[in-house]
């Protein structure tokens, strides 16, 4: 048996995946709350993570592995079936981070949302993955790229959230030398 070279798209995959699993159990945890009582403020938490971690996963399929999905299959169907997805998602993560846990139809969105996403990985994980596993793109390569977009997102994020938190106690500061 000769050992084969040909790169693989599986580190890439798995990456992918973990992200997944990662937002279906936060989508559980979610639904576990559903009856239990005075469940607000850890719903809006959940809520919160939930959006940013799919936020940060379609930029990234957005920005790196979709265009190369496009060039390596010949699936254009899939790639605009999840293009039109990630559409819709996404239009749902932006009423969801307007809104607050004892609004109207909040509970129905995050169950949408959580159903869509189900759709999606479906068929991420049983039609595009596969036919990328097939192409021989370099996955490791490509999970590397990853990697370092999510941390420069992430500090990018983490950044912006101590200017704003800045902002507001400067902000509270300046009430309290007035007084
Ligand atoms: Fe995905
Ligand atoms: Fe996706």
Redesign the pocket.
Known sequence: MTTSTRSTAKPLIKLLKEDHDKVTALFEEFEELHDEKNSNAKKAELVKLICQELTL??LV?EKIVYPLARESIDDTDVMDE?DV??AGAKHLIKELEKMDPQDSHYDAKVTVLSEYIQH?VKE?EGTMFPELEKSGIDGEEIAQEVIQFKEKHQKLASTSRKGSAQKVSSKSAAVHSVK
Do not use: D, I, Q
């Open positions: 996963h379609t399929e999840a997805e990630h999606h991420e």
